[in-house]
């Protein structure tokens, strides 16, 4: 649990908060007592990141520029002003933490890191001390060895070198519902009891020194064994979050735990409970023994200060930021803001208890304010990260200008939404060549059958004006082939049929909001469904319309292949991601896994690379112009409106979307983007 050539975590010793100790005693007092003469008060703030990602700067590896609206090096501020404000401080992080970034995959792929170095993120975070974090079902993106090297060593699983002794993460990991197949145990610790000293107030309101126990316990998404399948088969086993709870919590309590923290790399899903949910933190706050519940992988906030909060679910209180009673918190993702749970202790003489009604949890965002024009003002960034990565962000911003071709157009998700397929074509050209050669050579029994490829805009203005891919005309780098492909999927391909390409398109309809024709006011085209669930397709061969004045289920109209209507029971094979093959049950039931006839070893985005590397002459006409799909023609009364980039109206016009145009530079979401008129009838 120590910090190497540090005292960060020196038990039962508490040093001021600027000397960067996690649980902080700021000042002291000559009326130390007998702790067990009398009762007393104490506040814990549990301080918490969640998906970080890898951003451990506030710079963005695709667009090789700063980005203020995220970053732990901002969130570090926010750490150390806690500190100050609060004498009792417990620092925990939530799980994806080792993947996201250009920097993430230089470290872990092109060049690994060796096992005397600590990864660029947790060098970072040590220079915080942290005292405990559990994974998230990112951390296992690139394998149990490389996972077990950063870590520190240690993990007995097949393939893995558990003598291997490394620098490690500097904190405590936990993990209570991954188990090791070959030892039945599980892959790290389930729990910790970090011992400290928190300064408590007496009855007569004086300080004391008092000694507490706390409990920390981690759980991440059983997703991971269909995710990277390729990794985990036969290594690891999961058990439910609820069952890890009720089996641990009591252990935790009997080794002496006087208050427990637990650590969800999960969010909140109003679905009946099962051990293989996504998100269970609303079940998982239901067993006894949880104090405090720190929530994430949805990239959410919690508590939700909106108007229209995103968690409404009975048992939820954003006021009170308690899910059925337990305080918790989401800090949003990629170190946009700090948890902080605060909690109300009681000394009875004897031991610990949390008082949750007195307890109070927040969202502490690195968005400081607006200045005097509307611009968004950020805390600034804590001096001491940045000079501990600087060779190896240095390295990564190097590797990402490594130039494999040209394009002689602008690649952009601007107007995906409305027709433009600029930036999604390539990603389904290299997909689909991918899986056809492999199934010519590998599985002759597939070898008749249609390879098609779908893929969706991931990045469709959901953080904000910058939040779309937008690769310039010019020279393409690897970290153009990155902004195309932003997740570190891999490619799987399914076979399904006619009338599952229908259902699969209709679910990635839900993208739009139902238009009436005849409402005089605007309405909204976007609905909440996110932009990286809209699939779609980019090839002359498949054409269909959306008819979005039709409700779900009913908007695919004239669905073809090579100009005929698509019959429901002819066979194909669809080159996706991993995500979507094993996970999509929601678009149709076959996307659960058991459709899956190749689930590949490769990147999407180390496919697009290679495909820009072979076919280095990238052009619009040959892979950046091909429509698979068109909104049915219909008037409307009123406007059909959407947000997009700002100044990008000849983006749509380069695209051939005669019937885009601008309405307002600034469409008022305090986002950055400007709103358009969309002209159904065209």
Request: hydrophobic share 40%; charged share 20%; aromatic share 8%.
């Amino acid at each position: 649990m120590s910090h190497p050539s540090s005292a960060l975590h020196r038990r039962h010793v508490i040093a001021a908060a600027a000397a960067s100790v996690v649980l902080a005693a700021c000042g002291s007092s000559d009326h130390d007592v007998d702790p067990q003469t009398q009762p007393a008060t104490a506040r814990l703030a549990v301080l918490s990141t969640t998906d970080l990602h890898f951003n451990v700067r506030s710079y963005d590896y695709f667009k090789l520029a700063e980005d203020k609206s995220y970053g732990f090096e901002r969130t570090a501020t926010l750490v150390r002003a806690a500190r100050k404000e609060f004498p009792n401080t417990l620092l925990v992080d939530n799980g994806d933490t080792i993947q996201g970034t250009a920097l993430a995959d230089y470290e872990a792929v092109v060049k690994t890191i060796p096992c005397t170095q600590q990864l660029s993120m947790y060098k970072a975070m040590g220079a915080l001390g942290f005292d405990a974090g559990t994974l998230g079902n990112h951390e296992f993106n690139y394998g149990l060895p490389f996972l077990n090297q950063v870590l520190g060593g240690g993990m007995d699983v097949e393939g893995v070198d558990a003598k291997q002794k490394c620098s490690g993460n500097g904190y405590a990991t936990v993990l209570s519902n991954v188990y090791s197949s070959k030892s039945k145990k599980p892959l790290v610790q389930p729990y910790t009891i970090l011992e400290r000293t928190v300064v408590a107030k007496d009855k007569d309101g004086k300080d004391v020194k008092l000694p507490i126990k706390i409990g920390v316990i981690g759980f991440t998404t059983p997703g991971i064994m269909n995710w990277d399948k390729r990794y985990l088969e036969n290594k690891v086993y999961t058990q439910g979050a609820v069952e890890a709870a009720q089996q641990y919590l009591p252990e935790l309590k009997k080794n002496g735990a006087q208050i427990v923290v637990a650590l969800l790399h999960g969010g909140l899903d109003g679905t009946a409970y099962s051990a293989t949910m996504e998100n269970p933190g609303l079940h998982l706050s239901k067993v006894p023994g949880i104090d405090a519940m720190v929530m994430g992988h949805q990239h959410g906030v919690f508590p939700d200060t909106a108007a229209t909060p995103a968690f409404t679910l009975t048992g939820v209180d954003n006021k009170a930021g308690t899910v059925n009673g337990v305080p918790a918190v989401m800090a949003s993702s990629w170190g946009k803001a700090l948890g902080v749970i605060q909690l109300s202790l009681k000394w009875d003489g004897k031991a610990w208890s949390v008082d949750k009604t007195a307890s109070k949890s927040e969202l502490r965002n690195i968005q400081s304010g607006k200045d005097a024009a509307g611009k968004a003002v950020y805390v600034d960034a804590d001096a001491t990260i940045a000079p501990l990565i600087e060779p190896q962000h240095q390295a990564a911003i190097t590797y990402v200008k490594t130039p494999i071709g040209t394009t002689d157009f602008r690649m952009s998700t601007l107007f995906a939404d409305v027709g433009d397929p600029g930036a999604i074509q390539l990603v389904n050209q290299a997909q689909r060549d991918y899986v056809a050669a492999y199934i010519q050579s590998n599985l002759p029994q597939y070898k008749d059958l249609p390879v098609l490829s779908v893929s969706a805009p991931f990045k469709s203005g959901f953080q904000g004006a910058a939040d779309y891919t937008d690769v310039a005309a010019g020279s393409l780098s690897i970290s153009s082939a990155a902004d195309l492909y932003l997740y570190p999927n891999t490619v799987y391909a399914v076979k399904v049929n006619g009338g599952d390409i229908k259902d699969w398109l209709e679910a990635a309809a839900k993208r739009f909001n139902q238009i009436d024709p005849a409402k005089t006011g605007e309405q909204q085209l976007i609905s909440t469904f996110p932009g990286y669930n809209f699939d779609m397709f980019t090839t002359p061969d498949v054409q269909y319309q959306i008819d979005v004045t039709q409700p779900v289920g009913s908007r695919i109209k004239n669905l073809t292949y090579l100009g005929k209507p698509i019959e429901a029971a002819k066979e194909f094979v669809i080159a996706t991601n991993n995500y979507r093959a094993t996970s999509g049950k929601s678009f149709i039931p076959k996307l659960d896994g058991s459709s899956t006839i190749w689930a590949s070893p490769d990147a999407n985005r180390d496919v697009v690379i290679d495909y820009v590397k072979k076919n280095a002459s990238i052009t619009r006409n040959t892979n950046g112009n091909a429509k698979s799909w068109k909104f049915t023609q219909v008037a409307t009364a009123g406007d059909v409106v959407f947000s997009s980039g700002a100044g990008a109206l000849s983006v749509a016009q380069a695209a051939g979307l005669a019937n885009v145009t601008l309405l307002a530079a600034d469409d008022g979401s305090g986002k950055g983007t400007s709103k358009y008129k969309l002209d159904l009838s065209k």
